[in-house]
C-alpha cells in the first residue's frame, strides 16, 4: 500500500511539472470551442445615428479563429508601430475609424511555429483562411461594425502597395505569410456591412 502511494505522489509531481513546463512554453492544445449559441447583435443601428469615427478596439474573425485586441498608435513611425504589434493588432494611423468613409486598415503577426513566446506573434493566424461571404466584427466602446469578406489574396514581395479605397466603408487585414519575413503577405478586403449597439 505505501509503495501505491509513492507512486501517485510521483505520477502526480510529474505530472505537475510537465503541465507547468508545458504551459511556460505556450506548448498546451488550445481547448475545445462548445458550439455556442449564434449571438443576436439586436437591432441594426441606421448609419446617420452613428456617432462618427470611433477607434477600433477588438477584432473578431471566427471563421478564422481571430479574436485580438487593436492598438491605435498616432505615429507612423516604424519602432512605433513595431512595438504597437507587441501587444495586439494595429490599426494604421492614416487610415479611417470605424463609422467614418474610407478603409479600416489593421495589421498584425502570424506565425505558424508550434511555440511562441508571445501570443500576440499569433495575432491573425489564419485571415488566408477566410473567404467571401465570411463575417468580421470590428468592436469600438460601443458598438460592433460588421464586415462582409469580398476577397483574399496572397501579395508578393514587389508588391508593396495595398489600396485603401475612400468612395465608401471598408476593412483590410494584413500580415506577413511567414513570422520574421516580410517578404509577402495576405490581405484580406472586406466591405461594411451594418451596425449594432454592444
Given at each position: 500500500m505505501q509503495r501505491f502511494f509513492a507512486f501517485i505522489l510521483v505520477f502526480a509531481a510529474l505530472f505537475g511539472l510537465t503541465v507547468g513546463f508545458l504551459a511556460l512554453v505556450d506548448a498546451l492544445?488550445?481547448?475545445?470551442?462548445?458550439?455556442?449559441?449564434?449571438?443576436?447583435?439586436?437591432?441594426?443601428?441606421?448609419?446617420?445615428?452613428?456617432?462618427?469615427?470611433?477607434?477600433?478596439?477588438?477584432?473578431?474573425?471566427?471563421?478564422?479563429?481571430?479574436?485580438?485586441?487593436?492598438?491605435?498608435?498616432?505615429?507612423?513611425?516604424?519602432?512605433?508601430?513595431?512595438?504597437s504589434l507587441l501587444t495586439g493588432a494595429v490599426r494604421y494611423p492614416t487610415s479611417a475609424q470605424l463609422g467614418e468613409s474610407g478603409t479600416v486598415l489593421l495589421f498584425g503577426h502570424s506565425s505558424h511555429l508550434p511555440i511562441v513566446h508571445n501570443q500576440y506573434y499569433k495575432a491573425f493566424n489564419g485571415i488566408e483562411k477566410l473567404e467571401s461571404g465570411d463575417t468580421i466584427s470590428v468592436y469600438s466602446a460601443g458598438y460592433e461594425y460588421r464586415y462582409t469578406v469580398v476577397g483574399v489574396r496572397f501579395a508578393n514581395a514587389q508588391e508593396d502597395i495595398v489600396e485603401l479605397p475612400s468612395d465608401g466603408k471598408y476593412l483590410t487585414l494584413v500580415t506577413c505569410d511567414n513570422f520574421s519575413t516580410k517578404s509577402s503577405r495576405f490581405v484580406v478586403t472586406a466591405d461594411f456591412v451594418a451596425a449594432y449597439p454592444l
Open positions: 492544445p488550445e481547448q475545445a470551442q462548445s458550439e455556442e449559441t449564434p449571438y443576436d447583435p439586436g437591432p441594426m443601428v441606421p448609419p446617420s445615428t452613428l456617432p462618427g469615427a470611433e477607434a477600433p478596439l477588438r477584432v473578431v474573425a471566427r471563421d478564422a479563429g481571430v479574436d485580438v485586441k487593436i492598438n491605435n498608435p498616432s505615429s507612423t513611425d516604424l519602432k512605433v508601430l513595431d512595438d
